[in-house]
Each structure stands twice: as structure tokens, then as C-alpha cells.
């Protein structure tokens, strides 16, 4: 029996007001709430154990003294004013990551849809492009990053030589603190395989009467894009974001590995590398939480920063997740 | 399309990285060393090395201990970072390794402080083994912290200058005579510098604080300088040793062409591990750096005559001139080990017996780190080989200090430093004075 034919039963039992019945009712909800819980408890056991109990312990953690080695001590406020406060670069990597999660995801979203618009109208050699747009995205991040460092060489790399060659002046990219994030952008951009395939698949669903009726009306193309195309993938569009920022959040990666290639300390007796190179303009939130918790073995600031980057993500998503002026229409 | 699930979702991908640190281990430590050292066991130990030559090297050196001691049986772990060894110190349990070694000598202070490598000194009351009569002060200073002495040296590292003799010659230098003050540095390092369009054919020195080992830390060496005051406050705003090399350092910037130029150059440079290292490749005719350089030039197949000297000092510490940075591995005790006592064992002799010490130090071509090895007539060496020898023995050689938070007190001053040469910070003595303040903040923060 489905869970449907519930309501109506138990409109009828007031009616019929005998005990038995109502025990019976009672019992056979009983029986479903368990079930119910019984086919998510797989789910519920997962949210417990990966979800809520490290939410809490995090929490907790966050007003303790703790190295890993020690027993916690209650410290109060002391971890929240010191991350807030007293830690420099607490600040740049907040910076940081709110500009990659805008810019990052702004470029990546645009030209991943503009990718796939354009590779929709293709008529002949269609695979070809597909497969040349959607390679870079199966490269693996570090070594893509190793790749666009030696790209982005300001002394040696062609790109840089390519421009003085012309006569336009190079940036220092990896090396230059004010191009360090584009050049982590240009990076992002050219891996936009997997939402190029996303925006296909949602290009290529759009009810072609629509647009042969928006025609018909006279619409131009911005006006077929604005009114047709858009309004039917904005599900996807919202998708993209949402995943994008999240993605975002969490980047560690890429400007890791970027900046211990491009400042030359990859490791040795020499000095300890510092993430965030060129002046902690590649410093993101989650690289600070490995370097507090992992190297300087303060578990209790790191999670302050934690909790810090979940409410932010937390925040983002309810901000483009909203019914009414949020990316995604009230008609969805 | 639904929107719950998928928000549901979402949180539960932004949270992923939380889950990481709920999951973090709670390891106990456990002092209790009451496992016969005599009885049949096996060990296991944790090294860093991963060269072949250097693996082959350390593998040598425990037969020589098993044949020693027969009884104990050593599982030889190599390539283990010092996160992997931070790691494995937190979680304990029965795979993780009994006795570690790191060479990261500025995690010492976190190492010994939260009980991460357990306290030698019982064990070393327990052999009479006699710490001042064995090893140099600079090396014990820096396996313990605070008086806690939860590491031993093996094999320290020395650090001074390589220079170019072929250049020297065609600059019309002497070979012979390196410079011994930083001021007749800078005019040797000028007169090494050619130009070559608005870059260089060859640059004397690379000063940047990114140009490889050419670190705060081993500036500092040169200046007679203190950390941390008696009460273990931030020296570096009061001790005028740092403004002086800061502005020394950034004197020399400016006099071989500027930051900017410099840190382009710096771009074009090979791994610092490998074979197109600046100085092997002549882009740099001189470099700071460590001993072990000597084997990298002979394996790169050098082609130019290599000298090596002691680091030049400040012009008004030229009594002191042969003084240098030393650091190197150290080696400890998990405190979780059940078999602390054989563990003991194996520590024992990789660092304090001459024949052992000797032998692996011929074989990685680092600096012995005992009085007796460092004397040993089995130590085989090329003769520049002993200018490093001769800076570990100096008196005056310093290394970094130990502190609770590891090296982060080093990476503030470095980073205030970075940004002077650089030119983005301009006022020195308010740099100093905040980085004093933040250095101290975060010791505070992490006690």
C-alpha cells in the first residue's frame, strides 16, 4: 500500500471512532514511520556520522586548546578573537575565496555556456570540437597547473615571450600578486569541459517550437536567448553556480600547487613553504585551515575557519537557492 | 526540477572538508618503556631519504645495527614527509613507526612540546650517555625545546658560499680570496653581474629571499642575533641585528638591478633539486647554500672550477668570520611505540656511534654530527668537504630557535622581509615592530 491512501483513511476515523480502529491506525503509522525510517537509515546513518557528528565536534573544537596530541582544553572565546583579530592572514584568505567564488564562477559558468552554444550550432566536425573542448577537464588538476605555470613564465614561458614578440607588455602571472587569480581563472576557464556537456545536454532540450514561435513573433537573437533559452536551462544555470562556488570554497589545489612551482620552494631543508604566494594573494580559506590544524597542530583556530568557510558556503547557497529574486524562478 | 535534494547536497559537499577534521585522531601517549631491549623484537623506522643512493645508504647502516644487535629486527620505512610523520605521531596504533627521524629541525619546538616524540631523557640517563662531551651545542640546542629533549641529532648540515673560480678569473677577481665582509660582497657580486638586454648573461648572487637558500634564517647566521628574549618574547623588533641585515640585504637588491628585475630572472631558473640549478648552470656565480651541494655539482657534471668558502660576515663581526647555519635531521621515539627500549637502541647507535655516524655520513655526503666522527680519520672528503666541517665546529655557528608553533615565527619575519625587499613595505622599524607583535600573538594562540 502506498503512503498516498493515508489521509483519507484518516479523515474516515473519526467517523467510524471505534478504538480498535484507531489502535489499528495507530499501529500501522507506527509501522510506516519505521519503515520509512528503515529505507533512509543508510542516508540518516551517513548525515550522522560525515554530517552532523563532525558539525558538532567542529563546533566544539572551535573553543578548545587543542594540537591532536593533548587533551582539549576549554579556552572559550580565545580561538574566534584570535582568528578574527590577532591572525593577518585571516582576512586575504576570506578576500581570496569570495573573489574566486564570484570571478572564478562568473567566467567559468559564462564561457562554459557560450562553449556549448556555439558547439550546438556546429553542424560538421561537431565531435571534434566536443572532444577538443572537454580534454583539458580530464587532465589532472596538478598537472594542469604545472602546465600553465610554464605557460605563464614571466623569464621563459611562450605566452609572455609571445606577447613581448608583439609588442603587448606580460604580466607576471603566477609571480605578480595582482594576476596571480586571473591566471588561476585563465586556468579554471580552460577546464570547462564538464559544464560545456552540462550546458549541451540543456541547450539541446529546449522545445525547438519555442523558438520557431519566438521567430515567427519577430524576437532577435539576444531576445530568443533571453526569452527561450535562458528561462528553460536556468535549472542548469543555478546547478553550475551552485557546484561552481561550492568548487570554489574549496580550492586548495591549484593555487598550491601554483604557488610552490612559481616561488621555487618545492621542498628541501630550505625554507618552509609558505602557501599564498605571491603575498598571500593565492591563500584561500581551506589552504589556512591545513596550514593552522596540519603544521602549526592549532586544531582549535582551524576549526574557527572551518566553520567560517561552511557558513559562507552555507550562505551562498541559500542566497541563489531563494524562490523569489534567487537564480532559480518561482514557476520552477 | 526539485530543489531540496539538491540543496541537501550542496551542504553536504561544502561540509566535506569539515568531516575532515572531526575525524581527526585522538592519540594517547604512553610513557610506560618497559619492553626488554634484550628480547627478540622488530622495529620499525620512518626516514625521509628517497634518493636511491641515500635509501641504499640508510638501509646499510641498520644491517650494521642488526648485526650489532641481533635480536632486533628494523622495518625501514623511507619518503616520509613530515606530515605524514605528524600524522602518524597523532593517530599511534600498532602500524605506526617506533622510531622517526625529520629533517625539518624547526618542528622540533612542536614536536617536543605536545609530546608528539617522547622524552629521551630517561633513556639517556639510563645509557650515561653524556650529551656535551658527544655533540656540539648548536645541534643539541636544536633537537630539544623548552628543556624537553625528545630528539637526537643525525647528521647536520652546514651552510656557506659556492662561487664560480672560472668567473672570478674572467672578472679579474682572485679565486683565492672570496669576500669575507658583506660590503666587499657586494662589490664582488657586482663585478660578477654582466647584463644582457634589461636581464642578466650572469648574475653575481641572487639576494632575493626566493632565490633558493637564501632564507632569512641563514642571513641571519652572519649577524650575531637572539629570537627570543630570556622571557620568550619576539627579539627581532629590539635586537638592531635584524634591521641591519634587512637593509643590508635589500642594499644588495637594489645594487644588482632592483626586485623586480632580479625576481624575473629568478623565474627562469631550474629545480633547486636538479640538474639545471642556476649556480651549476652559471646564471649565478655565486650561491649560499649547503654542503651537500658539492654532491649535486659532482652528479650535475659540472664543467667550471666550483670554490667554497664560509658565508661573508657583517663588516663589524669579521673576528668571527668562518661562522655559518647549521641544521640537519633529527631523529626521536614515537610515544606510542610499546617497544620504546629497543627503539632506544637503534637511536643510540645511528647517532652516537662513530662507525655508523662516519659511514652514512660518507655515503649522503653530509656533515657528521658528533665530536668523534667529526674527528674520525675514515671521514673521506674532497678538501673544500672541510670548510664545511670547519663552519659546523665554529663557535659563533648558529641555527634557528624552537618554538611552540614550529616555524611559523619564522615565516611572519620572512614575510615582513619579502615584502621589504620588494618595496611594499618601506617603514622597517614599524614592520619589525609588527611582526614582534604578531610573532608573540601567535605563540600565545598556540599554548
Redesign the interface.
Given at each position: 500500500m502506498s503512503t498516498d491512501t493515508l489521509p483519507a483513511k484518516a479523515a474516515a476515523a473519526p467517523a467510524a471512532a471505534s478504538p480498535e480502529a484507531r489502535n489499528t491506525l495507530r499501529s500501522k503509522r507506527r509501522r510506516n514511520a519505521l519503515r520509512t525510517a528503515l529505507f533512509m537509515s543508510p542516508w540518516l546513518i551517513g548525515?550522522g556520522f560525515?554530517?552532523a557528528?563532525?558539525?558538532?565536534?567542529?563546533l566544539y573544537?572551535s573553543f578548545m586548546?587543542y594540537?591532536?596530541?593533548?587533551p582539549p582544553t576549554w579556552r572559550g572565546l580565545?580561538?574566534w578573537t584570535?582568528v578574527f583579530s590577532?591572525l593577518?592572514k585571516f582576512w586575504p584568505a576570506m578576500q581570496n575565496t569570495l573573489w574566486l567564488a564570484v570571478v572564478m564562477v562568473t567566467c567559468r559558468v559564462v564561457f562554459g555556456l557560450g562553449v556549448g552554444m556555439l558547439i550546438t550550432k556546429i553542424k560538421t566536425g561537431a565531435g571534434i570540437f566536443r572532444t577538443l573542448f572537454y580534454l583539458p577537464y580530464l587532465a589532472p588538476p596538478v598537472a594542469a597547473t604545472l602546465a600553465f605555470v610554464f605557460l605563464l613564465?614571466?623569464?621563459?614561458g611562450p605566452v609572455n615571450s609571445f606577447l613581448e614578440a608583439v609588442g603587448i607588455p606580460a604580466p607576471?602571472w603566477f609571480?605578480d600578486a595582482d594576476w596571480a587569480k586571473p591566471a588561476l581563472t585563465v586556468l579554471a576557464v580552460w577546464g570547462i569541459g564538464d559544464l560545456m556537456v552540462i550546458f549541451m545536454a540543456a541547450l539541446l532540450d529546449v522545445p525547438k517550437e519555442q523558438y520557431e514561435a519566438a521567430e515567427l513573433d519577430g524576437a532577435s537573437p539576444w531576445q530568443r536567448f533571453r526569452y527561450v533559452t535562458l528561462p528553460n536551462i536556468s535549472?542548469i544555470v543555478l546547478?553550475a553556480v551552485?557546484?561552481g562556488i561550492?568548487g570554489a570554497?574549496?580550492y586548495y589545489t591549484q593555487p598550491i600547487v601554483a604557488s610552490k612551482v612559481?616561488?621555487?620552494?618545492?621542498?628541501?631543508?630550505?625554507?618552509?613553504f609558505?602557501p599564498g604566494y605571491p603575498?598571500d594573494s593565492t591563500l584561500t580559506l581551506?589552504q589556512l585551515?591545513y596550514s593552522l590544524?596540519?603544521?602549526?597542530?592549532?586544531?582549535g583556530?582551524?576549526?574557527v575557519v572551518?566553520?567560517v568557510?561552511?557558513a559562507l558556503?552555507?550562505a551562498f547557497?541559500a542566497l541563489l537557492?531563494r524562490r523569489r529574486g534567487g537564480l532559480?524562478g518561482s514557476g520552477? | 526540477m526539485p530543489v531540496r535534494p539538491r540543496r541537501a547536497a550542496a551542504a553536504l559537499a561544502a561540509t566535506a572538508s569539515i568531516a575532515l577534521f572531526a575525524s581527526a585522531c585522538t592519540g594517547s601517549a604512553n610513557n610506560a618503556a618497559a619492553d626488554d631491549p634484550n628480547a627478540q623484537t622488530t622495529i620499525t623506522f620512518w626516514h625521509g631519504w628517497n634518493a636511491p643512493a641515500e635509501v641504499k645508504a640508510i638501509e646499510d647502516n641498520v644491517a650494521r645495527f642488526e648485526k650489532a644487535h641481533p635480536n632486533i629486527k628494523v622495518k625501514v620505512v623511507g619518503d616520509i614527509n613530515d606530515e605524514k610523520l605528524g600524522q602518524a605521531l597523532r593517530a599511534g596504533g600498532s602500524n605506526g613507526p617506533d622510531v622517526v627521524s625529520s629533517f625539518t629541525t624547526s618542528n622540533v619546538g612542536k614536536f617536543c612540546s605536545s609530546g608528539a616524540l617522547a622524552d629521551l631523557k630517561p633513556f639517556i640517563e639510563k645509557s650515561k650517555l653524556d650529551l656535551d662531551k658527544t655533540f656540539p651545542k648548536v645541534l643539541q640546542e636544536y633537537t630539544q625545546f623548552e628543556g624537553r629533549r625528545c630528539s637526537l641529532p643525525l647528521l647536520s648540515d652546514a651552510y656557506g658560499l659556492y662561487y664560480n673560480k672560472d668567473a672570478f678569473r674572467k672578472a679579474g677577481l682572485d679565486p683565492e680570496a672570496p669576500p669575507k665582509t658583506w660590503s666587499q660582497f657586494t662589490q664582488v657580486a657586482k663585478k660578477l653581474t654582466k647584463a644582457k638586454g634589461d636581464s642578466y648573461e650572469q648574475l653575481g648572487f641572487m639576494p632575493n629571499y626566493l632565490g633558493y637558500e637564501t632564507v632569512v634564517e641563514h642571513y641571519m647566521s652572519q649577524w650575531d642575533h637572539t629570537y627570543f628574549t630570556e622571557d620568550g618574547k619576539s627579539n627581532v623588533a629590539k635586537d638592531p641585528a635584524f634591521a641591519e641585515m634587512m637593509t643590508y640585504q635589500k642594499s644588495l637588491v637594489d645594487s644588482l638591478g632592483g626586485f623586480e628585475k632580479l625576481d624575473k630572472y629568478r623565474t627562469a631558473f631550474g629545480d633547486e633539486w636538479g640538474a639545471k640549478h642556476p649556480f651549476q648552470t652559471g646564471q649565478v656565480a655565486m650561491q649560499l647554500d649547503g654542503e651537500w651541494r658539492l654532491n649535486f655539482i659532482k652528479n650535475a657534471g659540472v664543467k667550471f672550477d666550483v670554490g667554497v668558502a664560509p658565508l661573508p660576515v657583517a663588516d663589524d663581526e669579521i673576528a668571527e668570520y668562518g661562522k655559518g647555519y647549521l641544521s640537519g635531521t633529527i631523529m626521536g621515539i614515537a610515544p606510542q611505540s610499546k617497544k620504546q627500549n629497543a627503539a632506544w637502541e637503534l637511536v643510540k647507535y645511528m647517532t652516537t656511534d662513530t662507525d655508523a655516524v662516519v659511514s652514512f655520513a660518507n655515503a649522503i655526503g653530509n656533515v657528521p654530527s658528533t665530536f668523534e666522527a667529526l674527528k674520525s680519520p675514515n671521514l673521506k672528503f674532497d678538501d673544500r668537504f672541510k670548510v664545511f666541517l670547519d663552519i659546523a665546529k665554529h663557535p659563533e655557528s648558529t641555527t634557528m630557535d624552537n618554538a611552540v608553533n614550529g616555524p611559523a615565527y619564522q615565516e611572519t619575519l620572512s614575510s615582513l622581509a619579502h615584502k621589504y625587499e620588494s618595496g611594499q613595505v618601506t617603514d622597517l622599524k614599524k614592520g619589525l615592530a609588527d611582526a614582534a607583535a604578531q610573532i608573540d600573538r601567535d605563540i600565545a594562540a598556540a599554548k
Open positions: 548525515f560525515f554530517f557528528y563532525p558539525l558538532v565536534s567542529t573544537f586548546r594540537d591532536g596530541l593533548n580565545e580561538n584570535y590577532d593577518p613564465n614571466p623569464g621563459t607576471s609571480n535549472p546547478f551552485v557546484t561550492i570554497m574549496q612559481a616561488s621555487g620552494v618545492m621542498g628541501g631543508s630550505g625554507a618552509p609558505q603575498d581551506p585551515i590544524g596540519f603544521s602549526q597542530f592549532n586544531y583556530a582551524a576549526c572551518a566553520l568557510l561552511f558556503s552555507m547557497t537557492m532559480i520552477d | -
